[in-house]
């Protein structure tokens, strides 16, 4: 009898140990942390693929599909590249198209993640949660002439795909969000570096952490430069911008980098400060614009009013920088703030304009994401994210264009996220359509 209750005393203690220590592993991230933080983000993953759920759908928001709206004439003509999951007969795919103004596809490309690595060519704690098309995303396209194109796969990789879908290269880095290609031909696009253990230079950051980086690949598809961003703000004394929160502690995706963009030789003699080559980046998380020496990598001027978790800030012609913000309802899906907007700031000085915003005429909100483009006769192409929209506007604010992302029947009326969209010239349709 004694003997049990010595083995229900031992019991009891080791649960009580267990449990205690389980509490200092999620108060303060000790080992095992970093392995269970990994463990529980691939077990969600896969529970997912299982179930076969699509993660990216949203209510529709607006009706119809496809160009809804074409006011020939007023808009910047040519052929526009949309990345969202399209349906394929009873599946779907990641896929990138070429449109017309009448939104009828001239071109696509498709990848499935799977086949681009036999294994995840990542070892990190979140190695297998992005491998799949249910873990990844197109994010971030270029289109060359010729039909080749350069994109992200979410957190994945880095790929170059011919006219036919055929991959020409990969890059097996952890890239996202955004690509581009400066006037040199290079790609760049920004990256992340999982810690799973302390980095003394990085003080304030605790396991698991993301560093925030910034590849350049060459045109053939090498990583030919690799910048951290963290680096940068704590060698040029900008750490301020990480703790202006209060919080003292960061583990995790603390600076959420969404972009990232180069000053181009004939538009730096518009920025008073700056020079060809210096480099913007768009860090989410802490609400902040900065652009970097492009030599030195220190930090040249950074900027957080008046944003609001901003993505894709742009240089424009007569020394201005103009961004999406975002402005979100931290609380639901409803918009904040009278929705989202976008802002130009003049960098140093640090004037402010708002240049087009939602209204009763166009609501525009995008909680997340998004990317825009200053179009040569002055009109600006928004994207739309969570509505799966792509539009068109006026520099007076009217609608010209506007394209809807298919309708997919999932319970109510749903539409997959539309992850990017840009205008190219008419020409830019010219190539070899025998892999339509």
Known sequence: MSRNWVKVYFAVALACIVFAYGVIVGAYKVFPFSTLAGAVGTFKHYRTQMKNEFPGLTPARYKGEGAVVNKEGLTYPGVTLIALPWHEGDDWLQSLRLVDMEGKTLHKWTVEPEAVWSESPHQDLMRGTKSTKLGTHIHGSVLLPGGDVVFNLSHYGLL??????????????????????????????????????????????????????????????????????????????????????????????????????????????????????????????????????????????????????????????????????????????????????????????????????????????????????????????????????????TRDGEL???????RWSDGDIRVPEL????????????FPKDCL
């Open 160 to 393: 170059r795909l011919n006219a036919c879908s055929e991959i020409v290269w990969k890059v097996p880095y952890r890239a996202h969000h955004s690509v581009h290609m400066d006037e040199y031909g290079n790609f760049w696009a920004p990256g992340e570096i999982w810690h799973d253990k302390p980095i003394e230079k990085f003080p304030g950051f605790s396991t698991p952490f993301v560093e925030d980086t910034i590849i350049k690949v060459s045109p053939s598809g090498e990583i030919i430069r690799e910048i951290s961003i963290l680096e940068s703000i704590y060698r040029s004394g900008y750490e301020g911008l990480l703790f202006s929160s209060g919080r003292h502690k960061f583990s995790g995706d603390a600076t959420h980098n969404n972009d990232v963009e180069v000053l181009e030789s004939r538009l730096s003699a518009d920025f008073e400060g700056l020079n060809a080559g210096d480099i913007m980046v768009s860090l989410r998380n802490i609400s902040t614009v900065l652009i970097i020496d492009g030599e030195t990598e220190l930090v040249k001027w950074a900027l957080q009013h008046p944003f609001v978790l901003q993505h894709d800030p742009d240089f424009v012609e007569g020394g201005f920088i103009s961004v999406l913000d975002n402005r979100p309802n931290m609380e639901g899906n409803a918009p904040a703030f009278e929705g989202s907007r976008i802002v130009r700031v003049r960098p140093f000085s640090n004037e402010v304009e708002i240049i087009y915003a939602s209204s009763a005429d166009n609501n525009f909100y995008t909680r997340g994401g998004g990317k825009h483009q200053n179009l040569p006769n002055g009109n600006l192409l928004i994207g739309e994210p969570y509505a799966g929209r792509l539009f068109e506007v």
């Open 419 to 430: 992850s990017d969209g840009s205008r190219y010239p008419k020409d830019f349709g010219n």
């Open 400 to 406: 010209v264009w506007s394209w809807l992302a298919e």
